[in-house]
């Protein structure tokens, strides 16, 4: 580790030590040697044949899901503009 010295910030002439933490340069790095897979971040050749679909897949699931969401959320506005709608027309009556 490395020391660096930095001034006080209570402005009393004093100087502090200060020890910084070593960076880390990759994600790889952080893993030790011993614990890394053999073949680094590569997939195998016999799984890259089905992760394009199941990449396809899982992007149709979530458009799907997000379409879905937006049409139950129009819907319940619309509903909610009726409800006010009808009450405004009953308000307007009795008055």
């Not at 200060?18 to 990759?26: A, E, F, G, K």
């Not at 997939?43 to 049409?71: Q, S």
């Not at 909610?80 to 307007?92: E, K």
């Amino acid at each position: 580790m490395k020391v660096c010295i930095r001034p006080n910030p209570e402005g009393s002439g004093n100087w502090r030590p200060i020890t910084l933490v070593p960076r880390i340069r990759s994600p790889a790095s952080a893993v030790p040697r011993s614990r890394r897979a053999p073949h680094g971040l590569r997939t195998r050749p016999e799984i890259d044949d089905w992760l394009t679909p199941l990449r396809l897949v899982g992007m149709a699931f979530l458009f799907t899901a997000i379409t879905l969401a937006l049409t139950v959320i129009i819907e319940a506005l619309r509903t909610q503009a009726g409800f006010l709608v009808d009450f405004y027309q009953r308000a307007c009556r009795q008055a």
